[in-house]
């Protein structure tokens, strides 16, 4: 294909995360040019080659174009851009695949926190794959949590509640805790008859442990039965949510300003009554002003947005609307 008829557009936003990455080539008036998806791109988890690798065989699928430039701008948003030194290191292997002469890098978190919004006083909690907090102050200040897990003081993303369902489910087995609904549907959801069955074939290498992070919903659907183990994992969770919130809202003094509170990532996003409505209720209690939704715009958007800021452009398209449009009709 000719440099020609390549799709060559403003904006190349990509939004790279634990489970999945979207990417989307806009053209200057915000309309979507092309799409492609593929697997997670974490650059902190994943082989930071090949996960580079997989961004440029998506950019290039949504461009139509198998070289060379496609826009003006790159705006990469990906889980593992968790200090400058990423974003740089991260900007240089994407430098090395041409598609812009400029190049943004942020956080994955920062584009959630733009699609959510268009306030200069917000805050996005994040609680999917992995979890984060994300804000920004009328000031311009921003400020969000590195999201390193155990190593910086995380936990409540969907892996660790099904690591908390699977020991719930392994204790009350062997005696250790109390009982559980959990002991049948978890190691229903992998095929075998007991916990102690999970157990060896993990250890054993037959099952990922990683695979744990499917065992969340089970613990929501354990919760809306009354199962105690389950609603403590529940309850802990909607604690270390809420705290995020408020150290962000404290660290950016918001919490007495109209601040909007996005809600997004496939945990909160589920709408779970047990979850959302403390939740809600939380930061409510911190910041009484707060306006708090649910994310219901790919945030991928947030990544095109964040780069026609850069561009200093005004699309005469909703670049929300579009793509979720396309986004449907694509899926």
Known sequence: MSRESARCGAVLAVDGGNSKTEVVLLDRAGGVLGMARGPGSN????????ATQLVD????????????PVAELAVLCLAGADYPSDERRIATAARRFGWAERLVVRNDALAMLRAGTDSDAAVALICGAGINCAGVAPT????????????????GGGYEIGMAAFTAAVRAEDGRGPRTSLTRTVPRHFGVARPAAVVSAI?????????????APLVFEAADDGDAPALAIVDRLVDELVTMV???????RLTREAVDVVLGGG?????????????TAGILAVAPRAEISVLRTPPVAGAALIGFDQLDLRPTVDVR???????????
């Open 43 to 50: 650059h902190a988890h994943s082989d930071f080659e090949q």
């Open 57 to 68: 065989e998506l950019a290039r699928r949504a461009a139509r174009a198998p070289s060379g």
């Open 140 to 155: 311009g200040r921003t400020y969000r949590f590195p999201a390193l897990g155990d190593i910086s003081g995380d936990w």
């Open 203 to 215: 250890y054993q290498g037959r099952i990922h442990q990683q695979r744990l992070a499917e065992l």
């Open 246 to 252: 408020r150290a962000v809202l404290k660290r950016l």
């Open 267 to 279: 945990v909160l996003t589920a709408g779970h009554v047990r979850l959302n409505r403390p939740v």
């Open 321 to 331: 609307k579009a793509i979720s449009r396309r986004r449907k009709a694509w899926a």
